[in-house]
């Protein structure tokens, strides 16, 4: 867990300002009360106010002031990570979901332009569909996945993750929901077992739907779940002709997250500035600054420069892997994101991660991009290259969803979101697996393309991971 607590300096401080905040609202309430008395006194003359009016005023004015003081007291605690120890099998499994995330990401990046996707998306929906699988698919599943405990544990450990996220949505202000689905065929005799550890284990919804005689209508029918579930952001997940007479089984996984910043940027701060696409390509951006206490530091050996943004709550935050700056013999500067997408890897991530959650609280000048990005991949190519074949054609073995090995998988279609703006990140992804310097203010300037992620930082688990190369696209 990241801890983000302060020192003792920093805890006089906030004790300090605790306290004069309390003071203040009590001479605020006083005043208040006082001409409050005032009006009363003159509304009761002009109105003729008799005893028992006035006592349900009285009542009516103590409730709201309570609820006011209430809130007022609520945002003046500062903010604190949310408790939570991972057990060996958490960790197994987050490192798991780690490994896969930057394996998929390595596919990935060969496609030009922005990325962004949500590995822990993925991750669930495949999970639950390798509860299904048997023999030669169970292991190829397993295996490109990471996974190395039991289906049953690992059943468990993905629900332990999601009531984890439950809790976060719950003490901090922040919206991370998480939704799975099983949508199977009307007439298709679907083990029971199967069916209980979805919903029991992931959470997961089991709908029926006819695919044989109205595709069509099923197919809106899931578009609209997951509309639901992404407040609007991920529409049209099941493109028209995705779905057939043949379809039996989709699992589905829908992730949504809106955060504020912990520190927010100023809209009026926010300046047109130029972002360097490549060496030779500028593009002019809306760049947000701010100057707040943020940790920040750099690799060994200074090629990348990292930063933690972190969400309401301190329990998420963005982390951002900037390729750091080199010159040329003519002394135009160069910025290697290949050279730093070829550095990620789960030994380097977990050694970036250790310093920059080691790393000191310290004034820094931030300048981020405002981006919106929206994505669409089909990933079946880029699991099969992982090693997950045989569950695409039709040697598959998905004998543990029913009695049968006449299932395969025909697609993995993601659809992510993202925006980054002066009040923070909003993001959503939908997963479905269809069978069929010193003494100086340290600054930290995003002006050419970076890699970034958003973590939840008890558990460790990576929700997104994207790049971006041009933020007007």
């Known amino acids: 867990m990241i801890n983000l607590g302060a020192n003792s300096g920093d805890s006089l401080v906030t004790a300090l300002w605790l306290t004069l905040c309390f003071f203040g609202m009590a001479l605020f309430w006083a005043f208040l009360f006082y001409w409050i008395l005032e009006v009363r006194a003159c509304l009761q003359v002009r109105l003729g106010i008799s005893p028992r009016q ?11 002031g309570a609820i006011v003081l209430a809130l007022g007291i609520a945002a003046a605690i500062p903010q604190t990570a949310t408790r939570f120890t991972a057990s060996p099998a958490v ?18 990046k060969e496609k030009p ?4 996707f949500s590995p822990y998306s993925i991750s669930s929906a495949l999970a639950m569909t390798c509860a299904g699988a048997r023999n030669q698919t169970e292991r190829e599943m397993a295996g490109a996945l990471h996974f190395n405990l039991p289906p049953t544990n690992l059943a468990e450990v993905f629900g332990a993750l999601g009531a984890r996220m439950k809790k ?3 003490w901090d202000r922040i919206t991370l929901t998480t939704a799975n689905s099983l949508w199977c065929q009307r007439d298709y005799q679907f083990s029971k077992n199967f069916l209980d550890l979805v919903s029991l284990r ?6 029926q739907v006819d695919f044989r005689n109205s595709a069509q209508a099923a197919g809106t029918e899931m578009n609209e779940w997951v509309e639901q579930r992404t407040k609007g952001k991920i529409k049209g997940a099941v493109g028209p002709g995705q779905l057939t007479a043949n379809t039996r089984l989709i699992l589905c996984n829908a992730i949504y997250f809106k955060g504020k910043w912990q520190n927010q940027f100023k809209t009026g701060d926010t300046k047109p500035m130029n972002f360097d696409v490549n060496t030779n390509q500028s593009v002019t951006v809306p760049m947000m600054r701010q100057k707040s206490d943020f940790k920040m530091t750099h690799n060994d050996d200074d090629t990348v420069e990292m930063l933690e943004l972190p969400y309401s709550g301190t329990d998420l935050s963005m982390i951002i892997f900037l390729p750091a700056a080199t010159r040329d013999l003519s ?34 000048w931030v300048a981020l991009p405002r981006f919106t990005t929206a994505l669409t991949f089909d990933l079946a190519d880029e699991l099969k290259s992982l090693g997950m074949s045989s569950a695409f054609n039709s040697s598959a073995d ?12 025909t697609g993995v279609i993601q659809k992510a979101f993202v925006e980054v ?48 190369i041009d933020p007007t696209k």
């Not at 269809?434 to 890699?451: E, L, V, W």
């Open 54 to 64: 006035r006592l349900i005023v009285r009542c009516g004015l103590g409730f709201v």
């Open 91 to 108: 960790k197994s499994v987050v490192e798991s979901n780690t490994a896969f995330a930057l394996d998929l990401y390595q596919k990935l």
């Open 113 to 116: 332009g922005n990325l962004f």
């Open 168 to 170: 976060v949505q719950r």
């Open 202 to 207: 992931y959470g997961g919804e089991a709908r």
């Open 331 to 364: 002394g135009v500067e160069h910025f290697s994101l290949p050279d730093l997408e070829r550095q990620l890897t789960i030994e380097h991530l977990h050694a970036w991660m250790a310093m920059l959650d080691q790393a000191r609280l310290e004034e820094t």
């Open 398 to 409: 998905f004998s543990g969803m029913e009695a049968t090995t006449n299932l395969f998988i």
């Open 421 to 468: 703006n002066e009040t923070g990140t909003e993001a959503a992804a939908v997963t479905w697996v269809q069978a069929k310097t010193k003494g100086m203010t340290r600054s930290f300037r995003a002006d050419h393309p970076f890699i970034f992620l958003i973590r939840e930082n008890g558990s460790g688990t990576i929700l997104f991971i994207g790049r971006m």
